[in-house]
């Protein structure tokens, strides 16, 4: 069955860089779009990024001035998330979720158990 | 950015009995295609998120029938109609017409 595994969440220093990786299985990985959300702890659902299909079309939240790269390696069937200069803000689980066609109208048809980052000195 | 107002914040329901969210986007969600891209989710406690209906009205795979989603333009509503104990959690709108793609804050369904 389709499966979305995210990794590399943990504590980190404000100021650090962390990688956030998110391995599928059970589809063909290449077809579809991609997305990552995060939920700071008791509160909603924040949309962070998007990736198309092949990585040719890329769009980010505003809010995250420039500091978050998304990425994907279809030959290892695994979606990325550089994040730099993390603040205390950036907090939160991370979700990687599926699109449902191959760029963004089909948004979050399938997610992952998400993965936490704690941001702290 | 659009921005999805729900309501309630809180549902108390009984058991069997129907229950009704209500989601309302600052803008319409139209897009030029014609189609509505207006989801709803379920996140049961200390779970992932769960999509229920895409494009206002479509259910997923899998989700019961019980579950139904309506409106037009502005205005959209989940219904259930007929509470299960597994339908706990928090329910979210969530629009996919404009960037940035956003959500609702999310209506909590409890049992009574």
């Known amino acids: 069955q389709v499966q979305l595994v995210e990794s590399g969440g943990g504590v980190v220093q404000p100021g650090r860089s962390l990688r956030l990786s998110c391995a599928a299985s059970g589809y063909m990985f290449s077809n579809y779009g991609m997305y990552w959300v995060r939920q700071a702890p008791g509160k909603g659902l924040e949309w962070v990024a998007v990736?198309?299909?092949?990585?040719?079309?890329?769009h980010y939240a505003e809010s995250l001035e420039g500091r978050f790269t998304i990425s994907r390696d279809n030959s290892r069937n695994t979606l990325y998330l550089q994040m730099n200069s993390l603040r205390l803000e950036d907090t939160a689980v991370y979700y990687c979720?599926?699109?449902?066609?191959?760029?963004?109208?089909?948004?979050?048809?399938?997610w992952g158990q998400g993965t936490m980052v704690t941001v702290s000195s | 950015d659009i921005v999805m107002t729900q309501s309630p914040l809180s549902l108390p329901v009984t058991l069997g009995q129907p229950a009704t969210i209500s989601c309302r986007s600052s803008q319409s969600l139209v897009y030029s295609d014609g189609n509505t891209y207006l989801n709803w989710f379920h996140q049961r406690p200390g779970q992932s998120p769960r999509r229920l209906i895409n494009k206002v009205s479509n259910r997923d795979s899998g989700v019961p029938d019980r579950f139904s989603g309506s409106g037009s333009g502005t205005e959209f509503t989940l219904e259930i109609s007929r509470v299960e104990a597994e339908d706990v959690g928090v329910y979210y709108c969530m629009q996919g017409t404009q960037w940035p793609l956003t959500f609702g804050g999310g209506t909590k369904v409890e049992i009574k």
């Open positions: 990736i198309a299909y092949d990585g040719g079309n890329k």
């Open positions: 979720a599926k699109d449902g066609g191959d760029w963004a109208f089909d948004a979050f048809d399938i």
